[in-house]
């Protein structure tokens, strides 16, 4: 029920994740009588889907406290889901602010996590690059960030199919001497762990666009600017060219001939692929769709929560914060996924 042209927008995201997930078992928490007939125009959703029905909505602009208030919301639901073990993950296009709230305190973090960290993907000239955290710690101590270097390092693996990805503390300077105490000794920690052969060190603002490193890891505070910075910056060239080719007849002639090029940076840039951040360090897979996404990029959120729970993210969690040193012991697990013989389970609210 989440997101700017919900429900319709999800179902037609799910036509196309049924698609590609054949094997997929979807919840689908809402308005049933909403619901119903939308999915009753869509046959591979429908093959895939069970509907939950849930009377109450949190909208957009609710605050968290009132958020989790509503026991009997789509999203309260979907999320009761994953930490009941009947889903290994939920999917929403809903209030962040709500999701990351109700996720904090529902599934709650892994063993050995402090705090989860918002972690998502951005296109640079080298390809695919992750960042976290992107907004939910606004300040952040030395085994935060290391943390989040473990998790980023996780992510990359598994949904960017990279098999040593670099990573990046993101700093004012390169030198080893600049930043704070905080960036500092968690570089020193990082370079004595087990990823340290895939530490690259510090990095500034313009090797996120250059790609210097796979994964970058900063605290919510600086993360959240860059994103919004980038996102911007985006915006402020898709403007500009537009006004460079509407300005007279020749410009427009100018367009047709690059227009091939110009589709395809356009295909590269498009939202739509990175749509779907997630909540690293909770104790199932929790991802947040932009609300004003289409059904591609709803898809494509599906695709980034399969990827996490198929490869088995946050077992991967827990055993690279072994080797690092956290205390995690077995009886801190938490408990066992509901076996699904027709496959994976999700939750949509």
Known sequence: MGGDNAPAMVIDGLELAAERHPGARILLVGDEAAIAPLLARRRRASSICTVRHAPDVISGDMKPTAALRLRNASMRLAIDAVAGGEASGVVSAGNTGALLALAKIVIKSLPGIDRPAMAAIAPSR???????????????????????AVMGDVF????????????????????????????????????????????HGFVEGHDIAAGTTDVVVTDGFTGNVALKTGEGALKLIGDLLRQVFNRNWASRLAYLLAKPGLDRLREWLDPRRYNGAV????????????????????????????????????????????????????????PAQEKNDDGPRLATA
Do not use: W, Y
């Open 126 to 148: 080298r390809g695919d690059v992750v960042m976290l955290d992107l907004g939910a710690n606004v300040q952040c101590d030395v085994r935060n960030l290391v943390q989040f």
């Open 156 to 199: 990359a693996r598994t949904v960017l199919g990279l098999t040593a990805p670099s990573i990046g503390l993101l700093n004012v300077g390169s030198e080893e001497l600049k930043g704070d105490d905080t960036v500092r000794e968690a570089a020193e920690v990082l370079r004595a762990s087990h990823i340290a052969p895939q530490f």
């Open 279 to 334: 909540m690293v360090g909770l104790n199932g897979v929790v991802v947040k769709s932009h609300g004003g996404t289409d059904a591609h990029g709803f898809a494509h959120a599906i695709d980034v929560a399969m990827d996490m729970v198929v490869h088995r993210f946050n077992d991967r969690i827990r055993e690279d914060l072994g080797r690092i040193g956290t205390d995690v012991t077995p009886a801190d697990a938490p």
